[in-house]
């Protein structure tokens, strides 16, 4: 039995006991790893730095973009707010064993759909070490055993992360097994190979990378993309928030999927916002790259953009910018470049912002805010396993819900089918009913 195969079974073994456990039980290991992360938060420093040493030389190499150390740095700020992310996951409602339809087919017979965790999660993520600790406190308080496979250049903390979070669940009475790490992107395809014992995969990374995932495997992927995410400048935005609006969704945070790509101005509105913005821009050292117009309006302040920057997700700090006739044309091009992950509108008409909304694409599609809100925790959701750009049973960012399924119960006294089949058959009441199944069971 290979390693991989090995673990996938160990994890679906424990996946059958982790289902079982009460929320308090779940709560109680959650709160116990977020001690044991604080506490431990020296050695996973340490092993963050090994990972640091090794990423620094290959950016001065040119191999790697600046991104990914910003996204691999653990600091002692990050790691306080990875232990308040696990503790606000224990402080979510547990998401299963909810009712969500309950009806009375016959007097004594009552059926009852009831959420449940989806098994077994294959996640495969990017540098992030911090994406780890959420990946694995969803699947907990979600009640799914999960294996995880994260970037090389996190491999030392991961690893770190990995054990601290193994051993304090563990200690905490959550079954063996139930969370699983893999080493190498050999291990990923023989993941893929498991459909037996996985029962959905979740990559993070980039459109290519999710489509070779569901190009080689039989599993179900629910697919967290690149995000390239535009707002749209319409003729009546208050341009002071728009300013404002574009500088947050550009420079708060330039190495995330929810950062600004491109803007798109109407013509009505160019040539007073765009001076305004781009002087903010360029004050904060982002690049813009503008269309014909906009480098016809502005100059040298603006480099001509590629027919590549439209579409392109950057992680840094550049921003394309492109002069448009309408809304619809704006809509055409998002919904055309767009990745389906967060574009925005500045407007004060709620027509055109209710238009546009319905008619973009996207898993989140806002009105007057940063595309930085698009995030599992701003949701309120504790925390994501990713945002998803499919239409699967999860879309934008995935919380706790989208880690659930839900199974049918049917709680009878003794029926059988025969009695409503035939000339005398039984009539069925399909009759709501107001209670949940564990009411029914206690009947």
């Known amino acids: 039995m290979s390693n991989v195969l090995a673990k996938a079974q160990d994890a679906k073994n424990a996946s059958v006991k982790l289902a079982t456990l009460t929320t308090e039980q779940k709560n109680m290991a959650l709160n116990a790893i977020a001690d044991a992360v604080w506490r431990n938060r020296l050695p996973i420093m340490h092993a963050n730095k090994k990972d640091l040493t090794e990423t620094e030389r290959l950016l001065s190499k040119g191999e790697i973009k600046e991104a990914v150390i910003q996204r691999l740095k653990l600091d002692t700020a990050k790691i306080t707010d990875i232990v308040e992310m696990i503790r606000s996951v224990a402080g979510l409602d547990d998401p299963i064993g909810k009712t969500q339809y309950a009806v009375e087919l016959d007097d004594g017979l009552e059926l009852y759909r009831v959420s449940s965790p989806i098994g077994v999660v294959g996640v495969v993520f990017e540098s992030r070490p911090d994406a780890l600790p959420q990946i694995a406190s969803l699947c907990l308080k979600s009640g799914n055993a999960v294996l995880m496979k994260g970037g090389s250049e996190a491999k030392y903390s991961n690893e770190a992360l990995f054990k601290i979070i193994?051993?304090?669940?563990?200690?905490?009475?959550?079954?063996?097994?139930?969370?699983?790490?893999?080493?190498?992107?050999?291990?990923?395809?023989?993941?893929?190979?498991?459909?037996?014992?996985?029962?959905?995969?979740?990559?993070?990374?980039?459109?290519?990378?999710?489509?070779?995932?569901?190009?080689?495997?039989?599993?179900?992927?629910?697919?967290?993309?690149?995000?390239?995410?535009?707002?749209?400048?319409?003729?009546?935005?208050?341009?002071?928030?728009?300013?404002?609006?574009?500088?947050?969704?550009?420079?708060?945070?330039?190495?995330?999927?929810?950062?600004?790509?491109?803007?798109?101005?109407?013509?009505?509105?160019?040539?007073?916002?765009?001076?305004?913005?781009?002087?903010?821009?360029?004050?904060?050292?982002?690049?813009?790259?503008?269309?014909?117009?906009?480098?016809?309006?502005?100059?040298?302040?603006?480099?001509?953009?590629?027919?590549?920057?439209?579409?392109?997700?950057?992680?840094?700090?550049?921003?394309?910018?492109?002069?448009?006739?309408?809304?619809?044309?704006?809509?055409?091009?998002?919904?055309?470049?767009?990745?389906?992950?967060?574009?925005?509108?500045?407007?004060?008409?709620?027509?055109?912002?209710?238009?546009f909304m319905k008619s973009v694409d996207s898993a989140s599609v806002f009105w007057n805010a940063s595309t930085r809100f698009s995030d599992g925790y701003r949701y309120g959701l504790g925390a994501e396993v990713g945002i998803s750009t499919g239409k699967i049973h999860a879309r934008g960012p995935t919380g706790l819900e989208g880690l659930t399924i839900y199974k049918y119960y049917l709680v009878g006294s003794g029926q059988i089918v025969a009695s409503y089949v035939g000339e005398n058959a039984k009539k069925f009441t399909h009759k709501k009913l107001d209670k949940g199944w564990l009411e029914g069971i206690k009947r």
């Open 166 to 355: 193994k051993d304090a669940s563990e200690d905490a009475d959550v079954p063996e097994g139930w969370i699983q790490l893999l080493e190498s992107r050999d291990d990923v395809a023989r993941l893929l190979e498991l459909n037996n014992h996985v029962n959905l995969i979740i990559p993070r990374g980039s459109n290519r990378f999710v489509e070779y995932i569901m190009s080689h495997t039989k599993i179900p992927v629910l697919g967290h993309s690149e995000g390239v995410c535009h707002i749209y400048i319409d003729r009546d935005a208050d341009v002071d928030k728009a300013v404002e609006v574009c500088l947050d969704s550009k420079i708060q945070y330039p190495s995330v999927c929810n950062a600004l790509d491109a803007i798109l101005v109407h013509k009505d509105i160019a040539g007073v916002f765009l001076p305004r913005m781009v002087g903010k821009y360029s004050e904060a050292g982002v690049e813009v790259r503008g269309c014909s117009r906009t480098v016809a309006l502005l100059g040298d302040a603006v480099k001509r953009a590629s027919k590549s920057d439209w579409g392109y997700e950057y992680l840094d700090y550049k921003v394309a910018v492109k002069v448009v006739d309408s809304y619809d044309e704006a809509i055409n091009h998002i919904n055309g470049y767009g990745s389906h992950h967060t574009d925005a509108i500045m407007t004060e008409d709620t027509e055109t912002a209710m238009t």
